[in-house]
């Protein structure tokens, strides 16, 4: 089943304490994104991949890292989380230069 | 940076009712989307929308690309309770190669049996 997978679905930690949440696809796409979704300011993008080893910085990119050593994974890094980085976070990928994106099923993200 | 206006906010309908919805823009873009997230879960296209004052339907929904390109509307007729979610709208923005998209800020659909 194609599917866009992210781990894990719910995680609580405290600040300062490094976290990475996985994400990887198996339609074999070039782009992949990260997302975080709060109440009324919709989905914004922290970063994103167009390829293996090409990241860049969406618009909401500061305590976030990325990379994107393979083709089907894509982990986003939060070295020292803050509590401001409490939210839903969503994995996308698709084809590039194709519009429709495939969205994990979110991780929700607590840092207290 | 760019904006995506959506409205109503949030949206309370009886079951069987059409519901209408839309996204404005400062900006011009060439491509319109609309994804829904069901409760729990990611978005999911929609529609796609390509073409000034297209007017594309899937089904119940009914999405038109605005003339002036800086705008947007979804309609969903005959409401049922599957509908509920959140409906997003969304641009391409910069080079379509980029595959960066930008988000409305959601309406929330509730209805009721």
């Known amino acids: 089943e194609a599917q866009v997978t992210q781990n894990p679905r719910y995680l609580i930690t405290v600040t300062g304490k490094k976290l990475t949440v996985t994400c990887s696809q198996n339609?074999?796409?070039?782009?992949m994104s990260w997302y975080r979704q709060d109440p009324g300011l919709g989905l914004r993008q922290i970063y994103y991949?167009?390829?293996?080893?090409?990241?860049d910085k969406g618009d909401v990119p500061e305590g976030y890292k990325v990379s994107r050593k393979e083709k089907r994974n894509f982990p986003l890094i939060l070295e020292s989380p803050s509590p401001n980085q409490t939210s839903l976070y969503f994995c996308?990928?698709?084809?590039?230069?194709?519009?429709?994106?495939?969205f994990g099923p979110g991780t929700r993200l607590t840092v207290l | 940076g760019q904006q995506l206006n959506q409205s109503p906010q949030s949206m309370f309908i009886q079951e069987g009712e059409d519901v209408s919805m839309n996204c404005t823009s400062s900006?011009?873009?060439?491509?319109w989307l609309w994804y829904k997230q069901d409760p729990g879960e990611g978005p999911v296209l929609l529609i796609a929308?390509?073409?000034?004052?297209e007017l594309t339907s899937n089904g119940r929904l009914t999405a038109q690309f605005g003339i002036t390109r800086k705008d947007s509307f979804l309609n969903i007729s005959a409401s049922i309770p599957s509908d509920v979610g959140i409906y997003f709208c969304?641009?391409?923005?910069?080079?379509?190669?980029?595959?960066?998209?930008?988000f409305g800020q959601g309406t929330t659909l509730q209805v009721k049996p």
């Open positions: 996308a990928s698709s084809y590039l230069g194709r519009d429709e994106q495939f």
């Open positions: 339609m074999n796409h070039e782009y």
């Open positions: 991949s167009m390829n293996v080893e090409v990241t």
């Open positions: 900006s011009i873009f060439n491509t």
């Open positions: 929308l390509y073409k000034a004052g």
């Open positions: 969304a641009v391409q923005h910069g080079s379509s190669n980029t595959g960066k998209l930008i």
